[in-house]
């Protein structure tokens, strides 16, 4: 089955800066990679998505980008702030799974006033 | 609300005893998916249903949990003999085929 593997485990940045999260994955058959952000004690929510015919996203402050051929995307946040202090999750999709997601162990970011 | 609904929030049971958590997924949702959360790790797949059928259930899911969804509508996940083991948050999230996935606020489960 698939496997995805997310790096840094915590991300501290002084506000203003941008923080950078990896994912790499091993189905090259994934075609689908969301992020998802979840603050404490509450649900995961899906703050930007890629699929896998796309090698970059962007969302205002929020980036991703896909490199299909090393199996990596990574997540970019500029001009950080306060409350972009969270976990993020990234996530892989196979398409034979019926869009079962693999998440990866989750980064803390903390942004630093 | 619209979005996904996950009852009870928290629950707090004996060891052995059985607990039965339910999921409303956003009504047009055709997936239904339970995923299992512990503290610093991201959700693990547990199972998920196309409509009303299971179609797929991970090796964590041990011969003492069940899921069901009986009407391709609500689900719900019961633990059977429940162990410290099984403390975690459960969450369900919903989705279309091929689509974002939505999640619920989870069930905190503690085990005595």
């Known amino acids: 089955g698939e496997n995805v593997e997310q790096h840094p485990s915590t991300l501290s940045v002084q506000e203003g800066d941008s923080a950078v999260i990896k994912c790499t994955y091993s189905d090259s058959a994934s075609n689908y990679f969301p992020w998802y952000k979840q603050e404490l004690g509450k649900r995961p929510q899906l703050i930007i998505d890629?699929?896998?015919?796309?090698g970059e996203k962007k969302d205002q402050r929020i980036a991703v980008t896909l490199n299909k051929t090393a199996k990596h995307f990574s997540l970019h946040i500029t001009e950080t702030q306060p409350e972009d202090s969270a976990v993020y999750f990234c996530a892989a999709s196979p398409p034979y799974t019926g869009n079962q997601f693999y998440f990866g162990t989750g980064t803390s970011l903390t942004v630093i006033p | 609300d619209t979005g996904v609904s996950q009852d009870p929030r928290h629950k707090i049971t004996k060891r052995g005893q059985n607990v039965t958590f339910r999921c409303d997924p956003i009504?047009?949702?055709?997936?239904l998916y339970w995923y299992r959360q512990t503290l610093g790790q991201g959700p693990e797949f547990l199972t998920y249903f196309q409509n009303e059928a299971q179609l797929e259930k991970s090796r964590l899911l041990s011969d003492r949990f069940s899921a069901e969804r009986p009407k391709g509508s609500f689900s719900t996940l019961e633990i059977q003999r429940t162990e410290q083991g099984d403390s975690a948050m459960y969450l369900c999230?919903?989705?279309?085929?091929?689509?974002?996935?939505?999640f619920g606020q989870g069930t905190r489960l503690t085990v005595v």
């Open positions: 009504s047009e949702h055709n997936r």
């Open positions: 999230a919903s989705s279309l085929s091929g689509g974002e996935a939505f």
């Open positions: 890629i699929r896998s015919n796309v």
